[in-house]
Nanobody, 118 residues
Framework: QVQLVESGGGLVQAGGSLRLSCAASVAIFRIKAMGWYRQAPGKQRELVAAITSYGSTNYADSVKGRFTISRDNAKKTVYLQMDSLKPEDTAVYYC????????????WGQGTQVTVSS
């Protein structure tokens, strides 16, 4: 069973930066396209960034140019570098297979809270 553990969230002022990490428990991670998702209070979970096993990336329009997704397959870890943060980026951030928009491929982890103050 795949376990995903997110970390790196926190409280930051608008314009600041955070780097999130997602560690996977199994080697199958290396061949999977992975994504970072977020869920704000009262809103549906949304995919904000995705990366294929060979490093091709895609971003939601709302974060394009500010967020950067990357991965280290040897460490079974996906990262999300978030710059120029805005209050509307406030949410709980999760990682999962990139095809988890309608139903999760793996069980959701606990997520990591990102709070951006204005």
């Amino acid at each position: 069973q795949v376990q995903l553990v997110e970390s790196g969230g926190g409280l930051v002022q608008a314009g600041g930066s955070l780097r999130l990490s997602c560690a996977a428990s199994v080697a199958i991670f290396r061949i999977k396209a992975m994504g970072w998702y977020r869920q704000a209070p009262g809103k549906q979970r949304e995919l904000v960034a995705a990366i294929t096993s060979y490093g091709s990336t895609n971003y939601a329009d709302s974060v394009k140019g500010r967020f950067t997704i990357s991965r280290d397959n040897a460490k079974k870890t996906v990262y999300l570098q978030m710059d120029s943060l805005k209050p509307e980026d406030t949410a709980v951030y999760y990682c999962n297979d990139a095809l988890s928009q309608t139903a999760p491929v793996y069980s959701w982890g606990q997520g990591t809270q990102v709070t951006v103050s204005s």
